[in-house]
């Protein structure tokens, strides 16, 4: 049975605001979901259907149903949330995909959109694109007929007029010729959805056979808002500070209003041989919350059999961990940190990572030697 929340972990998980909720109030991300659904709705002139769902899913809709293998490694627990051996917190938007087509096969509409917006969960990295509960939006046109690639081109054209965009060929369980969507920013390309025509596999499980066909897009809500704002960092999109919430009801372009200075610790930890940059994000978001940390970089990976004799004692690493060297960035967003109340998170952080048996703390004010647990 893979690992699960604690009962305070799922409490806090599922008191995170969705902002794409009208009931929790407005927000831009509800306004990018309102114009998706108004330039498809208008394009194809077919009716629409909200799915809004619970957090709390079956895994079997957030991957059996959508044609996941079980032995796919996104099933691992260091990716999703695990409630009970059953349930998950919706690791995707798409997710809600399956209940909604048992819906259409029990109710059916000749030329239907889904519609499934909402906060997801994850286990991700840490830094000023990611989040551990991002917002996702599903858009699929479910029809009797035929779909094709060009229908899938003018579906991302409708989407996204005033863009330049391109679609590169991508592998997904749900999706036959699929792509993600990039879109061009500054220069470069920004990935900000995942799309395809529907599986026919994914639609016979629901109840819909041969004679029904559709398209499947995922959009990254958070990403969409922070382009179209202008906002640098994903955080910004919960802030409470007044002066930036008050931007955040609509689409206008972001006007920044401070720039505190960033406060860097580099921490050399032993962490487990196979630990990756998402086990520490969700240690450390654990440790500190996500209000104060702006960035976790691993900088430098060594395995043990490298690392010399004097440094493994320093770390109190063994045999079965590698020493990482880890960049923390700390930047609340509505104050400085002091270097005492830095080195106090550090601390908090280095605790969380570390599981080598010597220790080296920052903050010696609560009288902890600086070579001991």
Do not use: F
């Amino acid at each position: 049975m893979p690992a699960t929340l604690s009962p305070a972990q799922l409490a806090r998980d599922l008191a995170v605001r969705d902002l794409a909720d009208p009931a929790a109030g407005p927000h831009a991300v509800q306004v990018v979901v309102e114009q998706a659904v108004a330039a498809l709705a208008g394009l194809w002139s077919c009716a629409v259907r909200r799915c809004p769902g619970e957090r709390i899913v079956t895994v079997a809709d957030n991957y059996d149903n959508l044609g996941y293998h079980p032995a796919d490694v996104t099933r691992d627990a260091r990716y999703t949330r695990y409630v009970d051996q059953d349930h998950v917190l919706r690791s995707h938007a798409t997710a809600l995909i399956p209940g909604a087509l048992r819906n259409l096969a029990a109710d059916p509409v000749e030329d239907l959109l889904l519609v499934c917006a909402g906060v997801v969960y994850r286990r991700d990295s840490i830094d000023r694109l990611h989040s551990g509960t991002p917002h996702q939006l599903d858009l699929w046109r479910i029809r009797r007929g035929t779909t094709t690639r060009a229908d899938l081109e003018a579906m991302v054209a409708a989407l996204l007029p005033d863009l330049r965009w391109r679609l590169e060929a991508r592998r997904h369980p749900y999706t036959v010729d699929g792509a993600q969507l990039d879109v061009e920013h500054e220069g470069g390309w920004v990935e900000v959805a995942e799309c395809g025509l529907a599986h026919p596999g994914v639609l016979a499980r629901a109840g819909l056979d041969e004679r029904w066909s559709g398209l499947a897009l995922g959009l990254g809500l958070d990403r969409m808002v922070m382009l179209r704002k202008g906002i640098p960092d994903i955080r910004l999109l919960r802030s409470t500070e007044p002066a930036v919430a008050a931007q955040l009801a609509d689409l206008a372009p972001y006007r920044p209003v401070s720039a505190l200075p960033p406060v860097r610790r580099d921490l050399s930890i032993a962490v487990d041989a196979d630990d990756r940059a998402e086990d520490l994000g969700d240690r450390v978001r654990e440790a500190l919350g996500e209000d104060v940390v702006e960035s976790v970089e691993i900088r430098q990976e060594t395995p043990y059999a490298l690392l010399p004799a004097q440094a493994r004692a320093r770390l109190g690493a063994t045999p079965d961990q590698k020493n990482l060297l880890v960049r923390l960035v700390l930047r609340p967003l509505d104050r400085t940190l002091s270097d005492h109340e830095a080195n106090v998170l550090r601390d908090r952080a280095y605790a969380a990572l570390h599981r080598g048996s010597v220790h080296q703390w920052a903050d010696l004010t609560g009288g902890r030697d600086s070579a001991g647990a």
